[in-house]
């Protein structure tokens, strides 16, 4: 999706414990798609990627989830960790290699 | 590894200044790219530039100036500084705009504040 609002959705999980962070994309015809993790006062930091011709890769403690169908897409970390505390952003990048940023999730670890 | 490395990190502008923000990359990469973000909200695309020597417009271009020097350095420029321009900048590069396959690599970012 589109970025929109001030109030950026948050999630909140405990030290140890799989999180899901979701994104709604907003063009069907997009083939790529990217998630970064940011740090406070950092830039954005890739994470993991997934062409349109998959639905699944997975990574050290990450997983991407693409659904075509509702246009969703989702990362799950495994056991998390304080350090994963972060804003997470999807992103979608169409044609002439233009990306698109979601608003972004917000995640809280709690030891 | 630098990666792409941004200058300043801060600055603080009145209403009317100019100010150039530099964005040099060591990856070698052909594409460069501007964002900015605001509070609550993703990165928006400001210019980019899909290959030395070219530069197109983004989402929000009103405003600002680029200039792609050459491979590894591309400038943005605030010719004449406005408070809606407060905001985090970011620079990007990747080996190719239209390559699949390609992520964007970004600085640390330049936090501007115009009074």
């Known amino acids: 999706g589109e970025s929109v609002g001030l109030h950026l959705p948050t999630l909140s999980v405990q030290e140890g414990d799989n999180s899901i962070i979701n994104c709604a994309y907003s063009?069907?015809?997009?083939?790529?798609f990217i998630w970064y993790k940011q740090e406070s006062g950092k830039g954005p930091q890739f994470i993991i990627d997934?062409?349109?011709?998959?639905d699944k890769r997975q990574g050290q403690r990450v997983t991407v989830l693409l659904n075509k169908t509702v246009k969703h897409l989702s990362l799950q970390i495994a056991a998390t960790q304080p350090g994963d505390s972060a804003v997470y952003f999807c992103?979608?990048?169409?044609?002439?290699?233009?990306?698109?940023f979601g608003q972004g999730t917000e995640l809280s670890v709690k030891p | 590894n630098a990666g792409v490395t941004q200058t300043p990190k801060f600055q603080v502008l009145k209403t009317g200044q100019s100010m150039t923000l530099q964005c040099a990359q060591d990856?070698?990469?052909?594409?460069m790219y501007w964002y900015r973000q605001d509070p609550g909200m993703g990165l928006r695309l400001i210019y980019y530039?899909?290959?030395?020597?070219?530069?197109d417009k983004g989402e929000v271009p009103n405003g600002y100036n680029v200039s792609r020097l050459n491979k590894r350095e591309f400038s943005l420029r605030l010719e004449s500084a406005a408070p809606s321009q407060t905001s985090v900048y970011f620079c990007?590069?990747?080996?190719?705009?239209?390559?699949?396959?390609?992520?964007?690599?970004f600085g640390d970012g330049t936090r501007l504040s115009i009074l």
């Open positions: 990007a590069s990747s080996e190719a705009a239209s390559r699949l396959n390609q992520p964007q690599h």
């Open positions: 530039s899909a290959s030395e020597g070219t530069t």
């Open positions: 992103a979608e990048k169409g044609r002439g290699g233009k990306l698109i």
């Open positions: 997934i062409r349109s011709n998959m």
């Open positions: 990856m070698n990469h052909n594409s």
């Open positions: 063009n069907s015809a997009s083939d790529y």
